[in-house]
């Protein structure tokens, strides 16, 4: 089994078969109430505000450390700006950086990422969107869970949803229960 899975939904049939391919048993699960991104782009700088708006304690992490303290200053709320390389604080760590970017950072952190739960928000688009830029049957969330440690989860999310779109705020017009 691939280390790479969705999280549990709303409206999730347990009946479903092969149920515990896919989500960790319930004794494993806790609640992650603080989130570190890695990124400084406009998805992170979205997705840490409505995280901050949900409540959630967030840590922004980037290469540049001045502009790392910006942004989390102009986040303001919980936010706190991270060291790169570092050990994320949050249980949950959001991978917002190209594709291109994505294995050198996580091989960069390494062990550090061991039991964290890491979203991909990246796409393996080619820069001129003629291709993909990974090898065929596999993805980019899979690649990344081959490059992690054992005890994380890669979760692919917000891949397809626009920065501008998340930074307006309210509802994206989702429903998950049906």
């Not at 998805?43 to 942004?71: C, F, H, Q, S, W």
């Amino acid at each position: 089994m691939t280390r790479c899975s969705t999280s549990p939904v709303s409206g999730f049939d347990s009946r479903a078969q092969n149920q515990s391919e896919f989500y960790p048993a319930p004794e494993s699960r806790h609640t992650i109430s603080s989130i570190s991104i890695i990124g400084l782009g406009n998805m992170a700088r979205a997705l840490a505000d409505r995280a901050l708006a949900g409540g959630n304690a967030v840590e922004i992490i980037g290469r540049d450390p001045a502009k790392t303290k910006e942004v989390a200053a102009a986040l303001g709320g919980a936010a706190t700006a991270g060291t790169f390389g570092t050990t994320p604080a949050g249980d949950l760590v959001i991978l917002a950086v190209p594709y291109a970017s994505a294995l050198p950072v996580v091989a960069q952190y390494g062990d550090a990422l061991a039991g964290k739960v890491i979203i991909d928000i990246s796409n393996t688009s080619s820069a001129d969107v003629t291709g993909l830029v990974i090898p065929d049957g596999t993805s980019g969330a899979q690649e990344i869970a081959k490059a992690v440690p054992a005890s994380a989860y890669v979760v692919k999310a917000f891949n397809t949803v626009f920065g501008h779109i998340l930074a307006q705020g309210g509802s994206l017009g989702v429903n998950l229960s049906d």
